[in-house]
């Protein structure tokens, strides 16, 4: 009886130390609307100027048709005549492509801010105001590939513009309106929260430091405004995250500094300059943190040989954590911090090398485009050619295999060479007469060997192995 006795008490016991939970208070009180006769709330004050500066952008695009004029189908005169009158309609024709997105006047003489994807290739450019009959064609200032942006510019003056606010203040939980012309319907605006800052690694432009909103961005708000409760424009809208094509909450626009930065240099320049530093660098992974006491920022991994970092004495394993004082929080903070200084510029970079902080000053070098080559007539003979590196990132976007090497070909210019020669966009080249194409470097070896000689060249398009013969 005297066990039973203490059993019972110790299991008593192991309760007394039972889980509370933290709670706020009981409601006590729910306030009510004020619902005046007179009265409602609105955010009509927030947007009714901003509304006038985000305009409609349509683009016009010559499809070529393929030639068959040779093609024996056509010029056989058993099928022309058992085709009648109806045998010139089976002849393809060029057609025009037409696409819509939107802009923002940032200027009262019309410079107009959009995304680069909105009138990247197009032939003709109409720019249409809000509320308003009157059309305008728009000449390209200037575009910036890596961060999908694009200076436009209309011949009009006094126009209603958006001054710029500083996403540097913004806040998770901060109210937005975005401004656009989505599916063509007519200026539209939908509100929203930030839900989230500084987004990185999504896959959609070379620069990435996205704001993210749940306000709705859909097709042909690409180039629109995102503003803040004021009206101050804090980014420019550019893609959505769907596997439909509709929106699902998940929006990025381009934060208003950078845009700011960009679009000076456009409308100055013509062309955005980037200070290169010469690394690569990834995040402080899981199995570092030790040897980095914890700290974020990015890690160098190799240095290229005369780079502004090799020159400044940094090495393999250095963790960079600050530049100019301000601290980097990992790799593509890095990236882009670095990007937003112009070719020699001094710079300060705080490094954690062997648990000790350091200090190195630099002077950055100008960032070539390694990615991206324009084919012209005096390198190979095949005007309007654009690859780009074959990135696991564009493998993973394009489907394809993991196991191919080759470039990119990434843009095909209408009406050109290479165009007549019968490549297309999403082609890998992949070998080059007896060259294995195994990236960009070795891709400009073998256009180098056989310069204003005939090329063979084979094509993976889709898993289809064929080939194109460049002369």
Known sequence: MKIKTLLLGALFAGNVFAFEVSELPNITTRETPDIAQDKIYSYYNSIKDAKNAVVNISTQKKVKAPDFKNHPFFNDPFFRQFFGDSFNSLIPKDRVERSLGSGVIISEDGYIVTNNHVIDGADKIIVALPESN??????????????????????AKNLPFLKFASSNDLQIGDIVFAIGNPFGVGESITQGIISALNKSGIGINDYENFIQTDASINPGNSGGALVDSRGGLIGINTAILSRTGGNHGIGFAIPSEMVKRIAKALVEDGVIERGYLGVSIQDVSENLKDTYKNQSGAVVISIEKNSPAQKAGLRVWDLITKVNGIPVRGASELKNTIGTFSPNTKIALTILRDKQEQT??????????????????????????????????IKARYGIPSEIQGVFVSDVKPNSRAEELGFSAGDVIIQIESYQIEDIKSFNQAINRYKGQTKRMLINRGGRIFSIVAK
């Open 360 to 393: 190195l000053q630099l002077t950055l070098a100008k960032a070539e485009d390694h990615d991206k080559v324009d084919l012209g007539e005096g390198v190979s003979g095949i005007s309007g050619l654009e690859i780009s590196a074959l990135s696991p990132d």
């Open 134 to 155: 009157k059309e305008y064609e728009a000449k390209i200032i200037g575009k910036d590939t890596k961060s999908d942006l694009a200076i436009i510019k209309i011949n």
